[in-house]
């Protein structure tokens, strides 16, 4: 295999991983969510969000069908758990479409302890910051539960991480 | 197993036997956000069981992974401390359960990160992040029934006074600790304490409340002496693959 051809299906896997879904939070790719680490010649490595997510199985699942359907049957998918992963590593496109799907995104910068749980969400259905915890665990190991003070309506917020 | 696996094993069996423990809270706690918030703390400590058995089980080298640790031993070859086995009783006996370990658990993960065994370090590492959270769900909930009404304090305090007993063999040292130690892949214990003491102090004195009367320390759960609590829960846990051994789906 010649080294541009190398290259090209890096491109082509790294675009066919940014159309599998979490299966969690199907609004946003994997790729996004800052999942899918490293796309080399014949490996993808994926880490895990939280350690004890119960969708880190069905993330590989998915990954390994999208892979299979594509003609990438060959390609080896590895788990790494270091460096931990972080809400930084959530993308922009990822902050956006998780905001559209109504959760709010974790603030840029969250995973350092300082800053964690200290800034109000912003509501992710009228905007406004006037917003409170009503707990610091929620549906998915990754969200917390809030809600707007202005249009009285419960939301989801990304935990920083 | 040699001290490195077992070393792997003692905090594997920690994590798995407290999720379990916290499981039996799912459809049961007081309020649908504290059912949310103890089972994610179990998953969480599930996740990290999970790591460390099969970490624990490359270590051994005799084919073992995580499943065959957690659902094939028997309860005198478990090596988790006594407090994690301890059962749920009230919401408040959970939570003093809770509190003594996560900040436990928050400093070793933070001290562990610097563990020679890169797997353990990774592990650590990713763990630490969710067990700080789990320190501060604790720490709130203390402070809110320690300093709430009569009967959520009288409670607050008999949970702790129950839990206290269990709280000295989280420090305790033998030579599986040592062997690790100078490997560079364990921590001392030991030099954790001041730290943990320092913060627990720190919440009960937020809660009003002051810390429980010395007791004579129970020990034993890191080797295999266990209260009949565990057989319980394992008979519960381990129903499956008992009943149907290697059963999957």
């Known amino acids: ?161 | 197993m040699d001290a490195i696996a077992t070393y792997a094993l003692r905090l594997g069996d920690d994590s798995l036997i407290l999720g379990q423990r916290l499981s039996e809270w799912c459809g049961h706690a007081p309020a649908l956000e504290v059912d949310l918030s103890l089972a994610n703390v179990a998953l969480d400590q599930v996740g990290q069981a999970t790591h460390f058995l099969n970490l624990a089980g490359e270590l051994e080298g005799k084919g073992r992974d995580g499943d065959a640790l957690a659902f094939r031993r028997d309860v005198m070859d478990f090596t988790n401390c006594l407090l994690v086995e301890q059962p749920n009783g009230d919401f408040a006996q959970t939570i003093a359960r809770q509190l003594l370990f996560s900040h436990y658990q928050e400093l070793l993960f933070t001290a562990l990160m610097g563990s020679k065994n890169a797997t353990i370090a990774a592990i650590a590492a990713k763990a630490v992040k969710e067990t700080s959270y789990h320190a501060t769900l604790a720490s709130d909930w203390v402070v809110r029934l320690g300093d709430g009404t009569d009967e959520s304090k009288a409670r607050m305090v008999a949970g702790l006074d129950w839990m206290w007993r269990f709280a000295d063999e989280l420090f305790v040292m033998d030579e599986v600790d040592a062997a690790a130690i100078k490997a560079g892949v364990g921590v001392d214990k030991a030099s954790l304490r001041a730290a943990w003491e320092t913060r627990i102090d720190a919440v009960l004195a937020d809660a009003t409340l002051a810390r429980p009367a010395p007791r004579r320390a129970t020990t034993g759960g890191r080797i295999g002496r266990h209260s009949e609590h565990l057989g319980h829960l394992l008979s519960d846990m381990q129903f499956l693959q008992r009943a149907y051994p290697g059963a999957t789906w």
Not at chain 1, 45 to 62: F, R
Not at chain 1, 74 to 100: F, H, M, Q, Y
């Open chain 1, 1 to 161: 295999m010649s080294a541009v051809s190398a290259i090209s299906d890096t491109d082509r896997i790294r675009a066919i991983l940014a159309r599998v879904p979490d299966p969690e939070i199907p609004a946003v790719s994997v790729v996004d969510l800052g999942i899918v680490r490293e796309i080399a010649a014949g490996t993808v490595t994926i880490t895990p969000t939280y350690t004890g997510c119960p969708a880190t199985i069905a993330i590989e699942q998915s990954i390994r069908e999208a892979l299979d359907a594509n003609g990438f049957a060959n390609v080896a998918i590895e788990t790494t758990l270091s460096p931990p992963w972080s809400t930084d590593w959530i993308s922009d496109k990822g902050r956006e479409d998780l905001r559209a799907y109504g959760i709010a995104p974790p603030p840029k910068g969250a995973a350092t302890a300082s800053l964690k749980n200290q800034t109000a969400a912003e509501c992710p259905q009228c905007g406004s910051s006037n917003t409170e915890e009503l707990s610091r665990f929620g549906s998915t190991p990754c969200k917390a539960l809030w809600r707007c003070k202005a249009c009285a309506e419960p939301f989801d917020r990304f935990k920083c991480h």
